[in-house]
Protein backbone atom coordinates (compact mmCIF):
# COMPACT_ATOMS: atom_id res chain seq x y z
CA UNK A 1 0.00 0.00 0.00
CA UNK A 2 1.00 3.60 -1.05
CA UNK A 3 -0.17 7.00 0.84
CA UNK A 4 1.14 10.30 -0.28
CA UNK A 5 0.75 12.91 2.61
CA UNK A 6 0.64 16.52 2.47
CA UNK A 7 3.05 18.24 5.14
CA UNK A 8 3.05 21.91 6.15
CA UNK A 9 5.75 23.44 8.37
CA UNK A 10 8.68 21.88 6.74
CA UNK A 11 11.16 24.70 5.90
CA UNK A 12 14.85 22.75 6.19
CA UNK A 13 16.28 19.32 5.50
CA UNK A 14 16.39 19.18 8.90
CA UNK A 15 12.47 19.33 9.32
CA UNK A 16 12.57 16.64 6.43
CA UNK A 17 14.90 14.31 8.14
CA UNK A 18 12.23 15.20 11.71
CA UNK A 19 9.49 13.93 9.43
CA UNK A 20 10.96 11.23 7.90
CA UNK A 21 12.21 9.31 11.27
CA UNK A 22 8.62 9.81 12.74
CA UNK A 23 6.72 8.51 9.79
CA UNK A 24 8.98 5.30 9.82
CA UNK A 25 8.67 4.80 13.37
CA UNK A 26 4.93 4.19 12.37
CA UNK A 27 3.71 0.44 13.01
CA UNK A 28 3.30 -1.02 9.12
CA UNK A 29 5.43 1.58 7.46
CA UNK A 30 8.16 0.19 5.56
CA UNK A 31 9.43 3.24 3.61
CA UNK A 32 9.09 6.70 3.94
CA UNK A 33 10.47 9.87 1.08
CA UNK A 34 9.55 12.69 2.20
CA UNK A 35 11.05 16.23 -0.33
CA UNK A 36 10.84 19.41 1.05
CA UNK A 37 10.29 20.93 -2.81
CA UNK A 38 6.20 19.35 -2.70
CA UNK A 39 5.64 19.48 0.77
CA UNK A 40 5.62 16.01 0.49
CA UNK A 41 5.95 12.44 1.89
CA UNK A 42 5.40 8.93 -0.09
CA UNK A 43 4.64 6.69 2.61
CA UNK A 44 4.46 2.96 1.64
CA UNK A 45 3.48 -0.41 3.70
CA UNK A 46 1.35 -3.24 4.79
CA UNK A 47 -1.69 -1.70 6.60
CA UNK A 48 -1.03 1.86 6.77
CA UNK A 49 -3.01 3.69 9.66
CA UNK A 50 -3.45 7.01 8.73
CA UNK A 51 -4.28 8.52 11.85
CA UNK A 52 -1.10 7.37 13.44
CA UNK A 53 0.76 8.77 10.47
CA UNK A 54 -1.00 12.25 11.35
CA UNK A 55 -0.28 11.79 15.34
CA UNK A 56 3.70 10.73 14.67
CA UNK A 57 3.78 13.81 11.92
CA UNK A 58 2.15 15.98 14.76
CA UNK A 59 4.45 14.72 17.52
CA UNK A 60 7.26 16.02 14.93
CA UNK A 61 5.98 19.14 15.21
CA UNK A 62 4.77 19.86 11.60
CA UNK A 63 0.92 19.20 9.98
CA UNK A 64 -0.66 16.52 7.63
CA UNK A 65 -2.98 18.26 5.71
CA UNK A 66 -4.06 15.58 3.52
CA UNK A 67 -3.84 11.76 2.64
CA UNK A 68 -4.07 10.36 -0.70
Same mark, same amino acid.
Given at each position: *? ?7 ? *?? +??? +? =? *?? =? ?5 ? =??? =??? @? ?18 ? @? *????? @? ?10
Amino acid at each position: *MKKTLSVEG *MT +CNH +C =V *MH =VTKALKG =VSG =VTS @AIVDLATKSAVVEGGALDET @A *MKAAV @ADAGYEVVAIA
